[in-house]
Every structure is written in C-alpha cells, then in structure tokens.
T-cell receptor, first 114, second 111 residues
Framework: EAGVTQFPSHSVIEKGQTVTLRCDPI?????LYWYRRVMGKEIKFLLH????????ESGMPNNRFLAERTGGTYSTLKVQPAELEDSGVYFC????????????FGPGTRLTVT | QQQVKQSPQSLIVQKGGISIINCAYE??????FPWYQQFPGKGPALLIA?????SEKKEGRFTISFNKSAKQFSLHIMDSQPGDSATYFC??????????FGTGTRLQVFP
C-alpha cells in the first residue's frame, strides 16, 4: 500500500511569488491534515479536512494560505504571495478515521522563500 | 504559547546507553501522547503512544513514562543503537485529533 505522497519535495521561490503544494493521502483515508515545521521549532498544525470539508483551519497563519481538497482525494495548499517567514517544511498526514486512528505522515515539502 | 515543551534539543549517547527525552504539557484535556521518530528526508512516523490512564508503556527497547500530576512524560530508549539516530518528537492531542508537537530532539548514537 502506497504511503502519503507529497509534491514537490523541495521548492525555492522568491518573495511575492505563488507556490502550490500537493498531498496525496493513503487511499481510503478520509482525514487529511496539514502541518508545518519552521526551522528549529515545533511541527505546527495548520488545518484538517474530513473528505472535502474543512473541519478545523484554526492553525492557518493568514489569508495568504489557501487549502483545498477537491473530491475528497488529494489536497493542495497554495501560498500567495509567499513571504520569507513562510519558509519551512510542510507535512501532510492522513488517517482512516478521526479520533481512533494513527496519522501517517508524508515526507514533507521543503519550501524556501528568498 | 507553546503547549508542549520538549528537552533536550539534542542528545549524544554512546551505543548501548540509555537515551532519555522529556516533555511537559499544559492542557489537561489532552488524552493521547504519542512519540514520533523522524529520519532525514522522511516524515515523522509513530513510534509509541500512551494514554493518561497508565503510567508506563513499553514496546521493545522503547518505554514511555507518564506522570499525570506533573503533566510530564518521557521517552526512554534502552540499549541505544546507531540506527536509533533520528529526530524524536513528542506530541499531545485530544481525542487523537490534531497533534500538538514539541520542538524535537536530535538524537545521535555513536558506536
């Protein structure tokens, strides 16, 4: 069974540009989470989808971040326009159900904003 | 405000030694405390987890000790091996929902 995949693995963009990160969860997993780790700090929750619905987006830093999960399958996280402080590693995780199931993490996308 | 505090930031242990990583939490509503292990280029992977109704959980060489009154929990790695070299994150959640992570501990085990 394929794990959680994320694309790209690494992205370098200039301040003011737009970047879109993609996450493909494990097949059949309704729950999808986005997290971010800024260098040296904790991994922080960004938002949680249940199928195509946003269940909790309390961790989204500001309105420059837009997450979507069309059809309840893969998810995208768009940053527009990117700022220097957006640099970090963005992780996606999925779980079969909410509350009782382990979250499986993808390898992350390292975003560098210069 | 950081809800889960983790220490130390880095740890160097000789092969065969015991590695100990500590975490403290604030929110008494947390009811699930997992530890994640992350190797370079990979995402965090669940290593072991505990619920607050038990004080200790052991899986092989890995043990979680939990102190509910002190709001602290720790990971002990017995007989540490070079293959254990990784970054370890403690986390906490309520109803195993969104995870609140510590800042991570980079463990290096030297032969």
């Amino acid at each position: 069974e394929a794990g959680v995949t994320q694309f790209p693995s690494h992205s370098v963009i200039e301040k003011g540009q737009t970047v879109t990160l993609r996450c493909d969860p494990i097949s059949g997993h309704d729950n999808l989470y986005w997290y971010r780790r800024v260098m040296g700090k904790e991994i922080k929750f960004l938002l949680h989808f249940v199928k195509e619905s946003k269940q909790d987006e309390s961790g989204m830093p500001n309105n420059r971040f837009l997450a979507e999960r069309t059809g309840g399958t893969y998810s995208t996280l768009k940053v527009q326009p990117a700022e220097l402080e957006d640099s970090g590693v963005y992780f996606c995780a999925s779980s079969q159900g909410r509350g009782l199931y382990e979250q499986y993490f993808g390898p992350g996308t390292r975003l560098t904003v210069t | 405000q950081q809800q889960v505090k983790q220490s130390p930031q880095s740890l160097i242990v000789q092969k065969g030694g015991i590695s100990i990583i500590n975490c403290a939490y604030e929110n008494t509503a947390f009811d699930y405390f997992p530890w994640y292990q992350q190797f370079p280029g990979k995402g965090p992977a669940l290593l072991i987890a505990i619920r607050p109704d038990v004080s200790e959980k052991k899986e092989g060489r890995f043990t979680i000790s939990f102190n509910k009154s002190a709001k602290q929990f720790s990971l002990h790695i017995m007989d540490s091996q070079p293959g254990d070299s990784a970054t370890y994150f403690c986390a906490a959640s309520r109803n195993r929902d969104k995870l609140i992570f510590g800042t991570g501990t980079r463990l290096q085990v030297f032969p």
